[in-house]
């Protein structure tokens, strides 16, 4: 005796995924690469000026991909929200998953996973990914410069001491015009050291050279005498002083945990590197509002079709939840609000506007 077939399981789950999932890829590789040209278009000429031809435009576009492709998350999902569920109700999907039983809520909750699937790349991309790919291009960058004098100089502080580097060459293995301040744990100066150069070897590590010192002392300041070279007795290596180069760079948990302990040089305020943590693990959170932002076009009158303004209001409402909370972070950044209040009130008034939104339609 045959056993009746069991119907497949979760088979609305996947189909819901899986046209959201494309559409996003679809919205993604789209936008990435409008953000690629734009890219290229203004770095072609330093790279042909540096002589790298077509090899340094396929270096540098593929080096700088996984920071495109971060930032560019949030609007894919929410362009590629916005045109399958337009697309389900033009084709009156929505109006057969309602006449069967299943209420708004549940469509939503059928769309959660892939949106938490995008949200958990993008975690990776941010924390990952990007700043590994954006400190190798920044040191391949730096390599190639044929005039690494033209680049800032930086300060940043390590445990005691406040050091202040005037550029950074050959991709981080030679720094030039280094003012060393030591301190003590009273943070008084105790000892200040000028080199007009520092080398890194695997064998020595960094090595200072002409060097000039001189000594605090209570009443008074000695000037010691003039040394050749010295190590440098330091935790960094050449592709931190990339990093500290660089202006705002990705960086990763990892890193942001260790400076807000003490244990990696800094040269970013702690509620700057509080604001970028926390803002990074709550990207799933983000995409789930963007997603509720997106689910009011379920309500397109089947007579209206593609003459409906519902799509672009949802469109310029997602726009305005990625500009709030850019806005938002970037006062956090400045130190004008703390972290929390930074990143997580612009994610629970999006989401009770677009509950509203829905209710209220719902109601009619």
Not at 130 to 144: I, V
Not at 155 to 161: A, P, R, S, V
Not at 211 to 235: F, Y
Not at 274 to 298: D, K, N, T, Y
Request: with cysteine.
């Amino acid at each position: 005796m045959s056993k009746t077939a069991k119907p497949p399981r979760f088979v609305l789950l996947r189909y819901l995924s899986g046209a959201l999932l494309s559409r996003v890829l679809l919205c993604g590789a789209v936008l990435v690469g409008l953000l690629e040209i734009l890219a290229l278009l203004e770095q072609t000429t330093p790279i042909l000026q540096r002589h790298l031809g077509l090899h340094g435009i396929l270096t540098y576009a593929g080096m700088r991909l996984p920071f495109l492709l971060a930032g560019a998350l949030p609007l894919s999902l929410l362009i590629g929200a916005l045109v399958m569920l337009t697309q389900m109700t033009l084709g009156s999907e929505t109006a057969i998953l309602q006449a069967s039983g299943l209420s708004i809520t549940r469509l939503y909750k059928h769309l959660i996973p892939a949106t938490l699937l995008i949200g958990a790349i993008g975690v990776v991309l941010d924390d990952q990914v990007t700043p590994r790919s954006e400190q190798a291009l920044a040191a391949w960058w730096n390599r190639t410069d044929p005039t690494p004098e033209n680049g800032h100089s930086f300060w940043f502080h390590e445990g005691q001491d406040v050091t202040h580097v005037t550029y950074v060459a050959d991709g981080g293995n030679m720094l030039s015009g280094l003012d060393i301040y030591s301190r003590d744990r009273n943070g008084l100066l105790q000892d200040v050291i000028h080199a007009a150069r520092a080398d890194y070897t695997h064998a020595n590590g960094w090595v200072l050279h002409d060097l000039k010192r001189v000594q605090i002392k209570e009443n008074s300041a000695d000037r010691l005498p003039q040394e050749e070279q010295r190590v440098w007795h330091t935790s960094l290596h050449p592709w931190d002083f990339i990093r500290l180069s660089a202006e705002n760079p990705p960086l990763s948990s990892g890193t942001i945990l260790g400076m807000l302990r003490g244990r990696l040089p800094s040269d970013s305020s702690p509620g700057f590197l509080q604001a970028g943590l926390l803002e990074r693990f709550l990207r799933p959170a983000s995409l789930l509002v963007l997603l509720l932002i997106a689910m009011p076009v379920i309500y397109i009158p089947p007579r209206t079709g593609t003459r409906s303004w519902a799509p672009v209001w949802c469109l310029g409402a997602g726009l305005l939840f990625i500009i709030v909370q850019g806005m938002l972070r970037a006062m956090g950044n400045a130190g004008l609000l703390p972290p929390p209040v930074a990143t997580i009130p612009g994610l629970l008034i999006f989401t009770l506007g677009a509950v509203t939104v829905l209710l209220r339609n719902e109601a009619k």
